[in-house]
T-cell receptor
Framework: ETGVTQSPTHLIKTRGQQVTLRCSSQ?????VSWYQQALGQGPQFIFQYYREEENGRGNFPPRFSGLQFPNYSSELNVNALELDDSALYLC???????????FGPGTRLLVL | QQQVKQSPQSLIVQKGGISIINCAYENTAFDYFPWYQQFPGKGPALLIAIRPDVSEKKEGRFTISFNKSAKQFSLHIMDSQPGDSATYFCAADGNQGAQKLVFGQGTRLTINP
């Protein structure tokens, strides 16, 4: 059984560009959540997907959007990148909604 | 009201000592309180979690103490080892277990050999 994987591991973009981050959930996990972790801070909840539907959203603007696919993998899209979007983006999956989340290693995004 | 406040920001403990990290919350709707451990370059990993119907939970060297009336909970690491050196995050969730976690700011723990 493989754990949660994320790609790419690192990414550099310039302000105003768009970025797509990918997450493969642990085998059989149907719930995926995305978090943003700024340097030296705790993760902040962005949104959660359950069975391909958004199931709650944190305090992030609409330029943060996501998708979940039938195989439960997920994407996080960020449009019109800002310098403050520089952070570690974490994906977490769980077997069913409400059970323990397992985090991936994250994607480190740097916006210049 | 969604905040979880964690202290201290950093902590140095001698090998074999007890490491104690504290968290406080305001939102009385929170009903699930996990602790995560994060090593550099890795995602957070669940250490131990508690629900408010118990005041203490122990798993190996790790213990959560929970004080519902004070809205505080803490992590105790007994017999701290150099391998415990990591960043620790407390978190809380009040969405009936939907796992939309609110994290504390983190504590960087260093265990000196």
């Amino acid at each position: 059984e493989t754990g949660v994987t994320q790609s790419p591991t690192h990414l550099i973009k310039t302000r105003g560009q768009q970025v797509t981050l990918r997450c493969s959930s642990q085998s059989g996990h149907n719930t995926v959540s995305w978090y943003q972790q700024a340097l030296g801070q705790g993760p902040q909840f962005i949104f959660q997907y359950y069975r391909e539907e958004e199931n709650g959203r944190g305090n992030f603007p609409p330029r943060f959007s996501g998708l979940q696919f039938p195989n439960y993998s997920s994407e996080l899209n960020v449009n019109a990148l800002e310098l403050d979007d520089s952070a570690l983006y974490l994906c977490a999956s769980s077997l069913v909604m409400g059970e323990t989340q397992y985090f991936g290693p994250g994607t480190r995004l740097l916006v210049l | 009201q969604q905040q979880v406040k964690q202290s201290p920001q950093s902590l140095i403990v001698q090998k074999g000592g007890i490491s104690i990290i504290n968290c406080a919350y305001e939102n009385t709707a929170f009903d699930y309180f996990p602790w995560y451990q994060q090593f550099p370059g890795k995602g957070p990993a669940l250490l131990i979690a508690i629900r408010p119907d118990v005041s203490e939970k122990k798993e190996g060297r790790f213990t959560i103490s929970f004080n519902k009336s004070a809205k505080q909970f803490s992590l105790h690491i007994m017999d701290s080892q150099p391998g415990d050196s990591a960043t620790y995050f407390c978190a809380a969730d009040g969405n009936q277990g939907a796992q939309k976690l609110v994290f504390g700011q983190g504590t960087r723990l260093t265990i000196n050999p």
